[in-house]
């Protein structure tokens, strides 16, 4: 077997390593949950996972409505003072932490 060869075999070794392991982990689940366990898991997570695009949206929305836009902090407190930066931002912030609590 030639470095060429070699190559392509090792390739094609490593795209079978990630179904491997998915395969490896539902294995794994069925043996340490049980079916209904396993069902209220997948519910949760789909929970999660709606919660986390909802708040990732409520994040764009209250970035976009920001006037003017695409400032950083530092230069909206030059242009409007700190306690109105704060005030304007406060929207964004929100958002921020309620996406951090769905990861």
Do not use: N, W
């Not at 491997?20 to 079916?35: H, P």
């Not at 949206?57 to 976009?64: F, G, I, K, L, N």
């Amino acid at each position: 077997m030639d470095a060429k060869q070699f190559a392509s075999l090792t390739k094609q070794l490593d795209e079978l390593i990630s179904p491997l392991k998915t395969i490896a982990q539902m294995g794994l689940l069925r043996e340490l949950y049980s079916q209904a366990e396993r069902e209220k898991l997948i519910i949760e997570y789909r929970a999660l996972e709606l919660a986390d695009q909802e708040a990732f949206a409520a994040m764009q929305q209250a970035q976009d409505q920001l006037a003017p836009p695409k400032l950083s902090y530092e230069e909206r407190v030059k242009q409007f003072g700190k306690s109105e930066t704060d005030r304007q931002l406060a929207p964004v912030s929100e958002a921020s932490e309620r996406k951090r609590s769905t990861v």
